[in-house]
């Protein structure tokens, strides 16, 4: 219950007590995604990632843990011209605060 809505292309990392998923593209809406989600086990619950600040819409990105932050970066990300281009963008995501930074 209250998991972010399906996707393929997303990202997610582990950081010892929780799984963080981010980005992604949902087929069935055919939408980019720039939303994501974590999910703990112990209490079997989903909370939403915060979107301010959080990087454009993308897919088949990259993100890792650093011990305290998801660091995203790249992939493919739908320009003004409507095609895919690749990025060379990203942020940062602190999980305790719920906040991003470029």
Known sequence: MGAPVGRTGHTAVWTGNEM???GGYN???QSWL???GRYKPSTNSWTPTNVAD???A????TAV???SEMIVWGGLALGSDF???ATNTGAR???VTDTWKP
Do not use: F, K
């Open 20 to 22: 963080i998923i981010w």
């Open 27 to 29: 087929r069935e809406t």
């Open 34 to 36: 720039n939303t994501g």
């Open 54 to 56: 959080a990087p454009i």
């Open 58 to 61: 993308r897919y088949e990105h």
């Open 65 to 67: 843990w650093t011990g």
């Open 83 to 85: 095609l895919l281009h």
């Open 93 to 95: 995501y602190d999980p």
